[in-house]
C-alpha cells in the first residue's frame, strides 16, 4: 500500500503547494464544472424529466461528498482510498449526464476532459492514467445502457472519434507530463546537489527564517560555520542571527538579514545584498567577516541564505605586507641618502688630503687633519644609520626560512589576491611547478618581491596585456647545492619593455619613467635590495614593445647555510690577514687604472695615488675603461674602479676583465658597503673599499690587493 500510496500522490506537479491545497483546488473545480453540467442537463436534456429524481439525488449525493472533503482537507489530505473514489465519482456524474442528455453525443461528454487532465495535472501522470481509464469504461457502459434501454442510437463513427480523442488527447498530456516529471526530478536533485555543496563546502552557509516577533532565525549551518565560530550545529538552530556578531554589530546583522529577506516581487528574489561584520567565536575571538545574503525558494517556504568569508587572515597578511612596505621605502630611503652622502664626504676628506699634501704650515695641517677626522666620523655616523635602517631585525632575517609545505599555498594566494586588484584589461596567470623545496627567506618576503614585481608589470600595460608568474625549483644554477636546488622566480609581461639606456637605472632608488605617473622610483630596488639581503640573484631581461622578464633566483635553506666563506664578505675589515706575503715588494710602485664616473672623485683619487707614490689613468665609465685596459699602449698594475656607474657598472666591468683572462688586482671604491648587494664580488678576487676614502684607507687597500693576488698564486 505505501508503494500505491506513492504512486498515486505524486505530487511533482504541485507547484510549491502541499497534497492537501491541491486536493482542495481540484475539489473546488469539481463543484463548479458539476453546476455547469447540471444546468445544462436541466435545461437541454430530453431524458431529465424521466431520470430527475435519480439526477437530482446523485446531484445532491456528489455536494455532500465534496462540501464533507473540503471541511476534512483543511485538516489533512485524502487517504489512498479518497483520491481513488473521487475521480470514480467525477466520471459516473458525467456519463450519467451524457445518458440524460440523448447519450454518447451529448456536450457533457468535453466535461471528461477537464476531469481526466485536471487531476494529471495536479497529481501526476499515475492518476491522469486511472482517470482517462475509468472515462472510457463509464462512457462505454453509459452508451450501452442508453442503447438498449432507451434505444438511443449509436454513431459509431463519433463514438470512435470520441474513443480516440480520450485515448489521444491524454496520452498527448502524459507524454508532457512525463518529461515534466523528468525536468522537476532533476531539478530536485540538483537542489539536494546545491544542499551537500553548501553543506561540505569551505565557505560558511547558514539559511535563516522571519519569525513572527520580525527576527531573524537561524535554521541551518553547514559544517564550516560550526568550525569558524567553534559552534555545534545543534547550538546555532532556532537562534537568532546576531549570536554569530559582536554585541556592537548586532543590531546592523539583525537589520541587513531583514532586509535581504524582505524581496517582494519574483524578479527580485535572487538578488544579493553584503555587509561586513565582525563577528565572535565561542572562545571569544574577533573573526573579520564579508556576509552577503539572499533569499530563495526552499521547498514549500521562502528562507533567506548568507554567504559569509572569513577575510581576518587577509586583513592581518594585508597589514604585514603594509608594513614591510613602509619599512622597505624606510630602508630605501636612507640607503639612498647615505650614498649621496658618502659622495659628498668623499670630496670634502679627498680635497683635505690633497690640500694637507701641499701644505708647510703645521697650524694649517693641524686644522686639515680635523676636517678629515670629522667627515670620518660622519661616515661612521651614516653607516650606523644604514645598519640600523636595514638591519633592525637582520639576524631574523639571516634566519629566515620558509618550508616547502609552506610555500605553494600562500603563494598561490598571494597572486589570486593580487588578481583581484588588478584593471579588468589585464590578465594574471601563474604556474608553480611541484615540488618546492625549502628556501632561505621568509614567505612574506617572497610575497614582497611579487607584489612589487606585478605592480611593475601592471604599470608597463597600457591597453590590455598578460602578466605571467612562473615558479619553481632549479638545480642547475650556481645557488644551487647537491639535493637542495634554487627558487626560480619568473614574472613576464608584455607591456612596453625597457629602453636599453635605462636598464642599468632600474634599480637605483628614486629612478622612476612613471613619475607623472605617480611612481615612486622604489619598487624594484627594495625587490634588489630583499634578494641581495638573502644573497639571491636578480636579473632582467627586454626589449621595447616586446616581453620584459624578471629572473629571480634565491638560495636554498640548508642548516649550516648561515657559513659563509670569508672571500664572500665585502667589508674589508673583516677580511683575514692569515695570507702569507712573499716576495712581492708592496711598496713599489703601480700603474694604475683609475675609473669613476664622478670627475671630482677621480681628480681626488688620481692626487692620492701620485701623493702614494702611484701613477694612473683616468675614465669615467666601464666602457671606456674597458677599452684602455685592452689597448696595447698600455699596461696596468691595477685596477680602482667605482661600483655604482651608468651604462657598464664596476660589476660588469670586473666580469668582462675575469673573462679575458686577466688576473689584475682590482679594488672596488662604494658608497653603499653593504655585503648583500656586493656579495657576487668577491667570486672574482676583488677588495671592496667602502667610501669615503682617505690617504690611508686607500694605502691599505692597495696593499690587500696586492696580498690577494699573492695568495691566489700561491694557491
Known amino acids: 500500500m505505501n508503494k500505491l500510496e506513492k504512486w498515486m500522490h505524486n505530487d511533482t506537479y504541485s507547484g510549491g503547494k502541499s497534497l492537501a491545497e491541491a486536493q482542495i483546488q481540484q475539489t473546488k473545480a469539481r463543484i463548479l464544472l458539476t453546476i455547469a453540467s447540471l444546468t ?21 449525493f456528489y455536494f455532500v461528498a465534496n462540501g464533507i472533503a473540503l471541511i476534512r482537507l483543511r485538516r489533512q489530505p485524502f487517504s489512498i482510498y479518497g483520491s481513488l473514489f473521487f475521480p470514480l465519482l ?31 495535472l495536479r497529481f501526476g501522470n499515475p492518476l491522469l492514467v486511472y482517470t482517462q481509464v475509468a472515462s472510457l469504461i463509464g462512457m462505454l457502459i453509459s452508451t450501452s445502457y442508453g442503447h438498449f434501454t432507451l434505444l438511443l442510437p449509436i454513431d ?14 491524454p496520452f498527448y498530456v502524459y507524454l508532457i507530463g512525463l518529461k515534466l516529471e523528468k525536468a522537476i526530478k532533476e531539478k530536485n536533485i540538483a537542489e539536494e546537489t546545491s544542499f551537500q555543496l553548501l553543506d561540505q563546502g569551505p565557505l560558511p552557509v547558514f539559511t535563516y527564517e522571519i519569525d513572527q516577533q520580525n527576527t531573524p532565525r537561524i535554521l541551518y549551518s553547514n559544517a564550516a560555520v560550526q568550525h569558524t565560530f567553534q559552534n555545534n550545529g545543534d547550538y546555532l538552530i532556532g537562534k537568532p542571527v546576531n549570536v554569530l556578531t559582536l554585541e556592537e554589530d548586532a543590531q546592523e546583522m539583525l537589520e541587513f538579514c531583514r532586509t535581504s529577506f524582505d524581496e517582494d ?73 647615505v650614498h649621496d652622502f658618502r659622495n659628498v664626504l668623499t670630496n670634502m676628506i679627498g680635497y683635505a688630503e690633497v690640500l694637507h699634501m701641499s701644505s708647510s704650515d ?13 667627515g670620518e666620523r660622519g661616515s661612521d655616523l651614516i653607516t650606523h644609520l644604514l645598519k ?23 603563494l598561490e594566494n598571494i597572486i589570486g589576491l593580487t588578481r583581484l586588484q588588478l584593471p579588468q584589461n589585464i590578465k594574471l596567470t601563474c604556474h608553480i611547478s611541484q615540488p618546492l623545496n625549502d628556501v632561505a627567506i621568509s614567505i612574506i618576503e617572497i610575497e614582497q618581491i611579487l607584489l612589487n614585481l606585478v605592480n611593475n608589470s601592471t604599470q608597463a600595460i597600457k591597453d590590455s596585456g598578460t602578466i605571467r608568474v612562473e615558479i619553481g625549483m632549479d638545480d642547475s644554477h650556481k645557488l644551487a647545492t647537491p639535493g ?24 637605483k632608488a628614486f629612478w622612476t619613467s612613471r613619475d607623472s605617473q605617480g611612481g615612486s622610483g622604489l619598487g624594484l630596488t627594495m625587490v634588489q635590495r630583499i634578494i641581495k639581503l638573502h644573497h639571491g640573484v636578480i636579473d632582467v631581461t627586454s626589449e621595447p614593445g616586446e616581453e620584459t622578464c624578471f629572473n629571480i633566483f634565491l638560495p636554498p635553506y640548508i642548516d649550516d647555510s648561515n657559513e659563509l666563506p670569508a672571500e664572500n664578505n665585502a667589508d674589508i675589515s673583516a677580511q683575514p690577514e692569515k695570507r702569507k706575503q712573499g716576495g712581492f715588494d708592496l711598496t713599489s710602485t703601480h700603474h694604475v687604472l683609475l675609473v669613476d664616473d664622478a670627475p671630482d672623485i677621480l681628480k681626488i683619487h688620481q692626487a692620492m695615488l701620485s701623493h702614494i707614490g702611484h701613477s694612473s689613468i683616468k675614465a669615467e665609465s666601464g666602457k671606456e675603461a674597458l677599452e684602455l685596459f685592452l689597448s696595447k699602449d698600455n699596461s696596468f698594475d691595477l685596477v680602482i674602479t667605482d661600483f655604482r656607474m651608468p651604462g657598464m657598472n664596476g660589476l660588469e666591468l670586473v666580469r668582462e676583465l675575469r673573462k679575458i683572462g686577466s688576473n689584475i688586482p682590482i679594488l672596488m671604491v662604494t658608497a653603499f658597503g653593504e655585503d648583500e648587494q656586493l656579495q ?24 690587500e690587493c696586492t696580498k690577494l693576488l699573492k695568495a691566489e698564486r700561491i694557491g
Open 680 to 703: 657576487q664580488v668577491g667570486d672574482y678576487q676583488v677588495v671592496l673599499l667602502n667610501k669615503p676614502v682617505t690617504m690611508e684607507k686607500l694605502r691599505e687597500g692597495i696593499t
Open 40 to 60: 445544462y442537463v436541466i435545461l437541454h436534456g430530453p431524458y431529465f424529466e424521466y431520470y430527475m429524481v435519480e439526477a437530482l439525488t446523485y446531484a445532491a
Open 156 to 169: 459509431y463513427t463519433l463514438l470512435s472519434w470520441q474513443v480516440f480523442s480520450l485515448l489521444a488527447v
Open 362 to 374: 703645521e697650524v694649517a695641517q693641524g686644522q686639515i687633519n680635523e676636517i678629515i677626522a670629522a
Open 265 to 337: 516581487s519574483e524578479h527580485s528574489q535572487h538578488t544579493s545584498h553584503k555587509i561586513y561584520i565582525r563577528g565572535q567565536s565561542s572562545s571569544g575571538d574577533v573573526v573579520k567577516l564579508m556576509i552577503s545574503a539572499m533569499r530563495m525558494r526552499w521547498h514549500d517556504n521562502w528562507v533567506g541564505v548568507c554567504f559569509m568569508l572569513d577575510i581576518t587572515e587577509r586583513e592581518t597578511l594585508q597589514d604585514q605586507l603594509e608594513l614591510m612596505h613602509r619599512q622597505g621605502y624606510m630602508s630605501t630611503l636612507v640607503a639612498g641618502i
Open 484 to 507: 637542495h636546488p634554487a627558487l626560480s622566480i619568473r614574472v613576464i609581461d608584455n607591456g612596453e619593455g625597457i629602453n636599453q639606456e635605462d636598464k642599468d637605472l632600474i634599480f
Open 388 to 410: 640600523l635602517s636595514k638591519n633592525h631585525q637582520s639576524d631574523k632575517h639571516m634566519a629566515s626560512f620558509t618550508k616547502a609545505d609552506q610555500l605553494a599555498q600562500p
Open 90 to 120: 467525477d466520471v459516473g456524474i458525467i456519463t450519467f449526464g451524457m445518458l440524460i442528455d440523448g447519450g454518447h453525443s451529448s456536450g457533457i461528454y468535453l466535461m471528461l476532459f477537464p476531469t481526466i487532465i485536471g487531476n494529471g
